[in-house]
C-alpha cells in the first residue's frame, strides 16, 4: 500500500524551529514533486512550498527566508525545516507528493497530516 507518512510536528514558542519529515512508503515506481500545505482553523488549505524532482523550489511569500524545503530521492523523504518560527504559522502540514504507483500512472497522493503550533 503505498502512502505518506509524516512526523515531526509539535508544539514550539515563536522564533523556535521544527523540522517535519514525509516519507513515501510501498511499491513506488517514481517520485515526482513533492509539496507541503498547511490548513490553519476557519481558513482555507494553503501551499506552504513545493520541490521538484530535480531539487527545484518555490516557497510561499509568507514562509520565504524562513523555511527551507528539501528532498532525500535515495528514502523518497521530503524535510520542511522551519525557523523563526510565527503564531500565524500555527496550522495543520500536509505533505503531497506525486507518485507512480502504477506503472505509467502518476496520482497525487496526500499525508494524514501533523500538527504545528507556534505559542508561548
Known amino acids: 500500500q503505498v502512502q505518506l507518512v509524516e512526523s515531526g510536528g509539535g508544539l514550539m514558542q515563536p522564533g523556535g524551529s521544527l523540522r517535519l519529515s514525509c516519507a513515501a512508503s510501498?511499491?513506488?515506481?517514481?517520485?515526482?514533486?513533492m509539496a507541503w500545505y498547511r490548513q490553519a482553523p476557519g481558513k482555507q488549505r494553503e501551499l506552504v512550498a513545493t520541490i521538484s524532482s530535480y531539487r527545484s523550489t518555490n516557497y510561499a511569500d509568507s514562509v520565504k527566508g524562513r523555511f527551507t524545503l528539501s528532498r532525500d530521492n535515495v528514502k523518497n523523504t521530503v524535510y520542511l525545516v522551519m525557523n523563526s518560527l510565527k503564531p500565524e504559522d500555527t496550522a495543520v502540514y500536509y505533505c503531497s507528493a506525486a507518485l507512480m504507483a502504477t506503472r505509467g500512472t502518476w496520482s497525487t497522493y496526500w499525508g494524514q497530516g501533523t500538527q504545528v503550533t507556534v505559542s508561548s
Open positions: 510501498g511499491i513506488i515506481y517514481g517520485v515526482g514533486d
